[in-house]
């Protein structure tokens, strides 16, 4: 694989149900990123990790969990979906490198909460 | 808090017909400004980083440009095939720590170039 990779492409998932968006980058990035992308609104972020075993909270991290292993992976879980999650969600990473933040996106995952 | 608004919302131009689009801008002291192109359906791509006033980047028929308050995307001589939209982003300096990084992205401007 070259860059980053999500899966599932899309998802229609029942309200309630709990749900993980897998997101893998090789390129060693050190940063990842998980936003949300909805019409009228742009690109807003969920969580972030800096490094390997952090994260912090984004701008809308409500209903949202992630985790950081190692470097490579950065799943995304919602724990109870409810249909205000229906969104086009993706995932990017970034080397942090003289504090500047170059990001680099994913395909996407589409999801539809009923 | 950093604000990012983009101009027009959507813009048809004639292939071959040159213009702009606009990036204004508000952040507690600019790092960097960053463009991006979506195609539906896709993930941003990324094309260019803006680090200080008067600084210009070129691409094929894009050339990016910036001042203190906001950046421009000139297109010159469209095709079809750069119709997308154009995200535009900042990176602010904002308190150190964990979030410090952090991007603010514009609502991007949905561009259609017509044979």
């Known amino acids: 694989i070259a860059g980053i990779t999500q899966a599932p492409t899309s998802q229609i998932l029942a309200a309630g149900r709990r749900m993980t968006l897998r997101c893998t980058q090789d390129m060693r990035h050190n940063a990842m990123y998980w936003y949300r992308q909805d019409l009228g609104l742009g690109l807003r972020l969920i969580h972030y990790?800096?490094?390997?075993?952090?994260?912090g909270k984004g701008e809308v991290p409500d209903g949202y969990s992630v985790s950081r292993a190692n470097t490579d992976d950065f799943p995304l879980t919602l724990a109870s979906a409810v249909p205000s999650q229906t969104s086009v969600y993706f995932c990017a990473s970034s080397v942090l490198r003289s504090s500047l933040n170059e990001q680099f996106f994913g395909p996407g995952t589409r999801l539809t909460v009923l | 808090e950093d604000q990012v608004t983009q101009s027009p919302e959507a813009l048809r131009l004639q292939e071959g017909e040159s213009s702009s689009l606009n990036c204004s801008y508000t952040v507690s002291g600019l790092r960097g400004l960053f463009w991006y192109r979506q195609d539906p359906g896709k993930g941003p791509e990324f094309l260019f980083t803006l680090y200080s006033a008067g600084e210009e980047k070129e691409k094929e028929r894009l050339k990016a440009t910036l001042t203190k308050k906001e950046s421009f995307l000139h297109i010159t001589a469209p095709k079809p095939e750069d119709s997308a939209t154009y995200l535009c982003?900042?990176?602010?300096?904002?308190?150190?720590?964990?979030?410090?990084?952090?991007?603010?992205f514009g609502k991007g401007t949905k561009l259609s170039v017509i044979p």
């Open positions: 990790s800096n490094t390997a075993g952090t994260t």
């Open positions: 982003a900042v990176q602010g300096r904002q308190d150190s720590g964990a979030g410090s990084y952090q991007l603010t």
